[in-house]
């Protein structure tokens, strides 16, 4: 699944940004799978490739929130990358990640903060994820779009986003 929004102020350029929505990751098969991410770049897909955008797409800025191993001991895991590669990456457990609560959906409120000399904070409900995490080579983008994905396979899970704001 994909959600896409087209690039805000008229294309200019965005050195920073602030991003807040309620996520709901849960439900669905045990274990859950596979997970959703939040993108910011120029070059985002807006047909859905068959490939694993959950793990993001473009070469900008993706965190991903990845609630499937897939036997690399990548996830369950909150990560950042930058261009297209893995910059850091924080482990969970899967009750960390998920949402719901005693069986009853819920959701989390999550911020993502980028600033203008590129530093990045993440908070995933009341955990700070990220804090002032440098992005290397920064540099603003212009005529950026943002874009959520989200997939499941034969194993799968809820994954929602309520409450979107977005502030350039």
Known sequence: AAFIVQPLLGGAEVAAITVAFDVRIGGGTQPPADGMS???A???PVTIPNVD???G???GLTIGFDIFDNGGGEG???DIKWKGATLIQTKLTSAEIQTDVNGEP???KVIIKVTADGKVDVVYGDRI???G???PNYAPITNGKFAFYARTGGLNANQWVDNLQIQA
């Open 106 to 108: 819920t959701f989390r």
């Open 129 to 131: 994820i990220y804090s």
């Open 38 to 40: 939040f993108n910011w």
């Open 42 to 44: 120029s070059d985002l």
């Open 76 to 78: 369950p895991s909150i």
């Open 57 to 59: 797409a473009g070469t």
């Open 53 to 55: 955008l959950e793990n």
């Open 133 to 135: 995490y440098q992005l």
